[in-house]
């Protein structure tokens, strides 16, 4: 019996590691992000430092991803609201391949930003094992909150969550 109950915890402790496993590099909340090339997809490339000065809404998604196809319109409605004028809002792709996500931006357009991030260097550096991700960036570039899954970001409960995190005017 105490070799089972043994057996049983080990498993449970080796299952707890699995689930709360990080990407490699990942900059965990409360910590800046640090610098990166983004490879622009519906723009020019940018890096990461020059969105500084202004907090920051990035999601990340790739086309194939239904729950990033559900959330895109809300984004967009976020971007165009009160709430998105105080913010820049961007996203990140991480298809394989810029065609697949061009399709997708001509599905859904948007009119922030998106990159690419083929080396997966964004995707691993933000955390994103699941998508899409969601992640609320202060000025100075530390991460004060991150969102896995769907959100309908233009909703009140969103609104409040994110002029709550990030500071902003009401």
């Given at each position: 019996?105490?070799?089972?109950?043994?057996?049983i915890l080990?498993?449970?402790?080796a299952?707890?590691n699995?689930?709360?496993?990080?990407?490699?590099?990942?900059?965990e909340?409360?910590s800046?992000l640090r610098?990166?090339t983004?490879?622009?997809?519906?723009?020019?490339s940018?890096?990461?430092?020059?969105?500084?000065?202004?907090?920051?809404?990035?999601?990340?998604w790739?086309?194939?991803c239904?729950?990033?196809q559900?959330?895109?319109g809300?984004?967009?409605?976020l971007a165009?609201?009160?709430?998105?004028q105080?913010?820049?809002l961007?996203?990140i792709s991480t298809?394989?391949?810029p065609?697949?996500a061009?399709?997708f931006?001509?599905?859904?357009?948007t009119?922030?930003?998106?990159y690419?991030?083929?080396?997966?260097l964004?995707?691993?550096?933000?955390?994103?094992?699941?998508?899409?991700l969601t992640?609320?960036?202060?000025?100075q570039?530390?991460?004060?909150a991150?969102?896995?899954?769907a959100q309908?970001?233009?909703?009140?409960?969103?609104?409040?969550?994110i002029g709550?995190?990030?500071r902003l005017?009401?």
């Amino acid at each position: 019996m105490k070799t089972v109950f043994s057996l049983i915890l080990l498993c449970l402790v080796a299952t707890t590691n699995l689930v709360a496993a990080k990407t490699p590099g990942e900059v965990e909340v409360g910590s800046v992000l640090r610098e990166a090339t983004m490879l622009g997809l519906s723009g020019p490339s940018r890096q990461l430092s020059q969105y500084r000065g202004k907090p920051l809404i990035i999601n990340v998604w790739a086309s194939w991803c239904g729950p990033c196809q559900q959330e895109m319109g809300s984004l967009e409605r976020l971007a165009r609201s009160k709430t998105g004028q105080q913010v820049t809002l961007i996203g990140i792709s991480t298809d394989d391949y810029p065609e697949a996500a061009r399709a997708f931006l001509k599905r859904y357009p948007t009119s922030f930003s998106h990159y690419i991030d083929q080396q997966l260097l964004l995707e691993n550096m933000l955390g994103a094992a699941q998508l899409p991700l969601t992640l609320l960036v202060d000025a100075q570039g530390r991460v004060l909150a991150k969102h896995v899954g769907a959100q309908q970001w233009d909703s009140p409960q969103a609104l409040r969550f994110i002029g709550k995190t990030l500071r902003l005017k009401p």
